[in-house]
């Protein structure tokens, strides 16, 4: 049985989007990526923007590879609507958490922050269709950010970009995702009211 278009739509128009931010060169990622002094002059566009931005073609190449490995496994375990929330709450809590707990922080750019919501998310709730699997992915998800909040990047990550890793965004993304998994689920639980 063939999948509905529909159904790639989240991965379609995020690739799209990030190809045309791309292919903007230098000038666009400057004026598109997350810039804390910009954001503070009232460029409030940087703070969806810069996830859409990519340090430069292989960035961006392993990002949308990632993004669309994520979608295959995980996509059928929530509807569209739902998996747009994810995307939004990862994006979110990834520009909170750098804004509030990296002030270092000048500049960001790259998808991975909300790859490591999307992930999470669809490990939660593989964990109620499938048990099993689902907890092996997220116990994968939770070796991996350890491995970043102790050792920093994974070996070979910071070469292949040319760039350093914010692994702080991939914690928060993940964060993110791991709460709105457990909304869906806990709405999906609760019992319905009762009408006297």
């Known amino acids: 049985m063939k999948t509905p278009l ?3 739509l989240l991965p379609a128009i995020v690739s799209l989007l990030a190809l045309l931010a791309q292919s903007g060169g230098e000038k666009a ?3 598109l990526r997350y810039q ?9 566009w940087r703070l969806m923007s810069g996830h859409l931005v990519h340090v430069n073609w292989t960035h961006l190449g392993m990002n949308l ?11 059928p375990l929530l509807r569209q609507g739902q998996w747009w929330l994810v995307f939004g709450a990862s994006l979110l809590v990834i520009d909170l958490g750098l804004h ?3 002030p270092q922080l000048l500049w960001y750019v790259g998808l991975s922050g909300i790859l490591h919501g999307l992930f999470a ?26 491995w970043e909040i102790w050792q920093g990047a994974m070996p070979g990550s910071a070469e292949s970009i040319g760039a350093a890793v914010i692994t702080d965004a991939h914690l928060y993304g993940a964060i993110g995702g791991t709460v ?4 869906f689920t806990v709405r999906a639980t609760r019992p319905p009211a009762s009408v006297d």
């Open 6 to 8: 529909r159904n790639y």
């Open 29 to 31: 990622i400057l004026l």
């Open 36 to 44: 804390r002094d910009a954001l503070a002059s009232g460029e409030v």
């Open 65 to 75: 590879a990632g993004l669309w490995l994520v979608w295959q496994i995980f996509y």
């Open 100 to 102: 509030y707990f990296n």
């Open 121 to 146: 998310a669809g490990a939660v709730m593989m964990i109620r269709e499938r048990g099993i699997r689902g907890s092996l992915f997220l116990l994968l998800l939770v070796i991996k950010l350890g």
């Open 180 to 183: 709105m998994a457990l909304l």
